[in-house]
Nanobody, 124 residues
Framework: QVQLVESGGGSVQAGGSLKLSCAAS????????LGWYRQAPGKARELVST???????IYADSVKGRFTISQDNAKNTLYLEISNLQTEDTAVYYC??????????????????WGQGTQVTVSS
């Protein structure tokens, strides 16, 4: 079982910045994908950004150019740098780490663990 602990959330004014961290209890080098998701009140959880083993990153259209995902393998920590925050960015932000699940003749990227979330509130 892998534990993920997010931190860095808070209340900021529109236009401000935050840096979220996600500390993992196991090595993140062996993950196949790391990511950040968010859930706003009354809405479904949505993907914010992911980074996979070769460093390829994906961002939701709504955050492109404002959010940057990165990882520090030595610290087993995933980061999300957020700038120019908007009120619509208000949500609980969750990190996720997905590990390979090994089958007899293959492996799949499907062993996903979630953090408990950190609240980001943006006021106008």
């Amino acid at each position: 079982q892998v534990q993920l602990v997010e931190s860095g959330g808070g209340s900021v004014q529109a236009g401000g910045s935050l840096k979220l961290s996600c500390a993992a209890s196991a090595s993140i080098v062996s993950t196949c994908e790391l990511g950040w998701y968010r859930q706003a009140p009354g809405k479904a959880r949505e993907l914010v950004s992911t980074i996979n083993t070769d460093g390829t990153t994906i961002y939701a259209d709504s955050v492109k150019g404002r959010f940057t995902i990165s990882q520090d393998n030595a610290k087993n920590t995933l980061y999300l740098e957020i700038s120019n925050l908007q009120t619509e960015d208000t949500a609980v932000y969750y990190c996720a780490a997905t590990y390979w699940r090994v089958y007899p003749f293959s492996r799949r990227c499907e062993n996903k663990y979630w953090g408990q979330g950190t609240q980001v509130t943006v006021s106008s």
